[in-house]
């Protein structure tokens, strides 16, 4: 099995800064890219970032020069640095992971609880 644990989330006023962080343990062979979706109330859930094992980074246009996604290899982790923080940011944030359990596990994504961000105007 696999796990991942989101923390990090809370109530902050518009341009303020949150930081979030998900660590993945278990059953963990290699893992392939990180990220970070977000799904606010009455939306559809939406990919916020990503980091693949080797550094590349992608960001939706909505958050690109204010989030910063970052990850730690060797801890499974990884972390979103969220800066000039918008009431629009406000949603649970869902860490996931694609990765393989075995090495002859096929590649598969795993989800966290989800953590909620709320920005206040």
């Known amino acids: 099995q696999v796990q991942l644990v989101e923390s990090g989330g809370g109530l902050v006023r518009a341009g303020g800064s949150l930081r979030l962080s998900c660590a993945a343990s278990?059953?963990?062979?290699?893992?392939?890219?990180m990220g970070w979706y977000r799904q606010a109330p009455g939306k559809q859930r939406e990919k916020v970032a990503a980091?693949?094992?080797?550094?590349?980074?992608n960001y939706a246009d909505s958050v690109k020069g204010r989030f910063t996604i970052s990850r730690d290899n060797a801890k499974n982790t990884v972390n979103l640095q969220m800066n000039s923080l918008k009431p629009e940011d406000t949603a649970v944030y869902y860490c996931?992971?694609?990765?393989?359990?075995?090495?002859?596990?096929?590649?598969?994504?795993?989800w966290g609880q989800g953590t909620q961000v709320t920005v206040s105007s």
């Open positions: 996931n992971a694609d990765l393989w359990s075995g090495s002859n596990s096929p590649l598969s994504r795993y």
């Open positions: 278990g059953s963990i062979f290699s893992i392939a890219a």
């Open positions: 980091i693949t094992n080797n550094g590349s980074t």
